[in-house]
């Protein structure tokens, strides 16, 4: 007698992340638009003046990670890139 066995894996996946300029804004587009749920909201700082944003949302079967992208995160200047942003903004002014 031939027998055959069948094995079944059942894969789940566990969330989604997603890097965005403005966690805020991502939020309110992803809660209004679409219906999910703000878990929460939290406040990173990997390292001395450096920060991040990061919300979790849900629904039923979904949990969605947002996260502020390294470009756009609040980063410590060094006083030459203060500098050359002063000098931008009164140049702007002017």
């Known amino acids: 007698m031939l027998t055959h066995r069948v094995v ?9 992340s997603l890097t965005v300029r403005d ?3 991502s939020v309110e587009f992803y809660s209004k638009g679409l219906g999910l749920k703000l878990l ?7 390292s ?12 039923d079967s979904f949990l969605l990670e947002i996260i502020t992208a390294e470009s756009s995160a609040i980063q410590p200047q060094s006083p030459e890139t203060w500098q050359k942003t002063m000098r931008g ?6």
């Open 89 to 94: 903004s009164i140049a702007l002014l002017t």
């Open 23 to 25: 966690v805020d804004k």
């Open 8 to 16: 079944i894996f059942a894969v789940r996946m566990d969330h989604v």
């Open 40 to 46: 929460r909201i939290s406040v990173l700082n990997p």
């Open 48 to 59: 001395p003046g450096t920060v991040y944003k990061d919300a979790y949302l849900y629904s």
